[in-house]
């Protein structure tokens, strides 16, 4: 990346840093709101992009970890009356314990397997969820989250979820792009010459599977608290799929893509949900878009243009 381009992105963030930072200014409780939910998905699509952007495997079941990070921080807030920080730090925790064993059986598996292994954790995650009624409420959820009274109020959390997540966005650059990202780019590319130069291939995607699925984790926890509920289709395989088709939208390749697919889909959705029932036609006719025609997604499609947009001059 050159010094210009990397100006460049300083400042768009910075820019984009100003304008959420001034949101509640507008004194809009739906453009709160919208908001906060997009800074939710936005690093959830960021999570999931850790396992296909930089390691190269595709997950089915990312929800899972959403979910866990969400339904445990919920429960321990709420059934046990533990404090924020440390039912936050806990939730984080089991996350990452999580991802971890599911990850020693994953990294295993390479390509289609890998990813079918994924969606099986997963669905066994939503059954507990669905059976285990005493504890998640089952397929009525689990509701009423008690929300610290520091931020039980609209402006309060949206800057408790601005902070979370630009502090999780700017630790999961750093990680993305030191030494480690780059190895895990390496295995991408070539997982055969990157084991001969001595990586341990095996274990670097494990790492990959655990900081994606934590990072996921911090976002179910904000979720369930945005939504004073945690529900069993925050762990079904619908869920991963709109998170990964969120990525793909963004731009995989690209650190900030999937935040940026992130907040284009979950937009379009809410407009497109005010004129039609149809949003699982229009969600399909977006995923055929991205399949045939922007493979590098919107991140990809905005260098093309800003390449054409200097050959031109």
């Known amino acids: 990346m050159t010094d210009a381009m990397t100006r460049s992105a300083m400042a768009g963030c910075l820019i984009s840093l100003a304008l959420l930072i001034s949101v509640p200014l507008f004194q809009s409780a739906y ?11 936005a690093l959830f699509a960021l999570s999931l992009n850790v396992i296909i ?9 990312h929800a899972a970890y959403f979910a866990i990070g969400g339904y445990t921080n919920a429960i321990l807030l709420t059934s046990h009356g533990w ?12 996350t990452m314990i999580a991802a971890g064993f599911v990850a020693y059986f994953c990294t295993r598996l390479t390509n289609i397997y890998f990813a079918m292994l994924t969606l099986a954790f997963s669905m066994l995650v939503w059954a507990i969820a669905f059976k285990w009624r005493s504890v998640t ?10 929300v610290p009274e520091i931020i039980n109020n609209r402006a309060h959390f949206y800057y408790f979820t601005l902070i979370m997540v630009t502090a999780a966005t700017t630790l999961l650059w750093f990680i993305c792009h030191s030494a480690f990202g780059r190895t895990l780019v390496a295995v991408r590319e070539n997982a055969t010459r990157a084991g001969f130069v001595g990586v341990n ?3 670097m995607r494990w790492w990959a599977f655990v900081v994606a699925g934590t990072f996921a984790g911090i976002a179910g926890a904000i979720f369930g608290m945005f ?8 762990a079904f395989w619908t869920q991963s799929a709109t998170v990964l088709i969120m990525t793909l939208l963004g731009g995989m390749f690209s650190f900030f893509g999937p935040a940026i697919g992130a ?31 922007l493979p590098d997604g ?6 093309k243009v800003r390449s054409y947009v200097a050959g031109s001059n």
Do not use: K, Q
Request: proline share 2%.
């Open 31 to 41: 453009l709160i709101d919208v908001v906060t939910e997009i800074l939710i998905y």
């Open 53 to 61: 952007g930089y390691s190269g495997n595709v997950s089915f079941g």
């Open 83 to 94: 404090a924020l920080v440390p039912s936050f730090v806990t939730s984080i925790l089991v």
């Open 137 to 146: 409420g089952g397929d009525d959820g689990f509701v009423g989250i008690r």
């Open 201 to 203: 291939t095996r274990l």
């Open 227 to 234: 939504h004073r509920g945690m529900y069993v289709e925050s």
């Open 263 to 293: 907040a284009t889909l979950f937009i379009l959705e809410r407009i497109t949900n005010e004129y039609t029932e149809y949003w699982p036609t229009v969600l399909g006719c977006i995923l055929l878009v991205i399949l045939l025609f």
């Open 298 to 303: 919107l991140a990809g499609l905005a260098r």
